[in-house]
């Protein structure tokens, strides 16, 4: 699975949009991007997941560069509750796949 | 309602004495992985099923065991606790196949005294 890079921290206002990047310059052709993050003290929650075409849920847009080496995940009106630390994972789309985590980046949103 | 659920939330145990974590899921995901994440640290995988099939990392410690006698059961055990494995242990699921999100459980904190 591909190595992705994140920066270590960010900070964002409350209501403002936090964009939170990742780096996956080796990621392979049939590699997905995840997003997932965790809150303090529990357990981490999915996000988002795109392959080539940008994807939007409730709660986060992700946009992937068009030759997929970096992605960029959204939170359009950040809350105090989106304080945790993001996680970026490319992971393969056969099976026996296995999430592999990187080091993420904590998002610390103020008030 | 909660869909992945580890007991007990907080684990006390003592250096060298064995101690069985315990994750359950209501889901009924044929995937299923134990994680462990150590203080401001990404959770480390140390082994996962598929179906029934044992997949171990290379690097996963000989200390560490599961079992998996049913779909929604899955259990970690740590026969011989050091110190160093004092962490947050985390199980998850997923379906197979499918790229679809796997779901954590709350994990369990595991002291070692």
């Known amino acids: 699975d591909a190595k992705t890079t994140q920066p270590p921290s960010m900070d964002c206002a409350e209501g403002r949009a936090a964009n939170l990047p990742c780096n996956h310059s080796?990621?392979?052709?049939?590699?997905?991007v995840y997003w997932y993050r965790q809150i303090h003290s529990q357990g981490p929650q999915y996000i988002i997941h795109?392959?080539?075409?940008?994807e939007t849920n409730e709660m986060a847009s992700l946009i992937i560069t068009e030759d997929r080496k970096s992605s960029t995940l959204i939170l359009p009106h950040a809350t105090l509750r989106d304080t945790a630390v993001y996680y970026c994972?490319?992971?393969?789309?056969?099976?026996?796949?296995?999430?592999?985590w990187g080091l993420g980046t904590s998002l610390a949103v103020n008030p | 309602d909660a869909m992945v659920i580890q007991n007990p939330r907080y684990q006390v145990t003592q250096f060298g004495k064995p101690v069985t974590l315990s994750c359950s899921q209501t889901?009924?995901?044929?995937?299923m992985y134990w994680y462990q994440q150590k203080s401001s640290q990404a959770p480390k995988l140390l082994f996962h099923?598929?179906?029934?099939?044992?997949?171990n990392e290379a690097d996963t410690p000989d200390n560490f065991q599961s079992r998996r006698p049913n779909t929604s059961f899955c259990f970690l055990d740590i026969r011989s606790p050091g110190l160093g494995d004092a962490a947050m242990y985390l199980c998850?699921?997923?379906?197979?196949?499918?790229?679809?999100?796997?779901?954590f459980g709350q994990g369990t904190r595991l002291t070692v005294v």
């Open positions: 795109g392959l080539k075409n940008n």
């Open positions: 998850a699921t997923s379906r197979e196949g499918v790229l679809a999100e796997a779901f």
């Open positions: 889901l009924n995901h044929n995937v």
């Open positions: 080796t990621i392979s052709g049939n590699e997905y």
């Open positions: 099923y598929y179906d029934k099939d044992f997949n």
């Open positions: 994972i490319a992971l393969n789309a056969g099976n026996n796949r296995k999430l592999i």
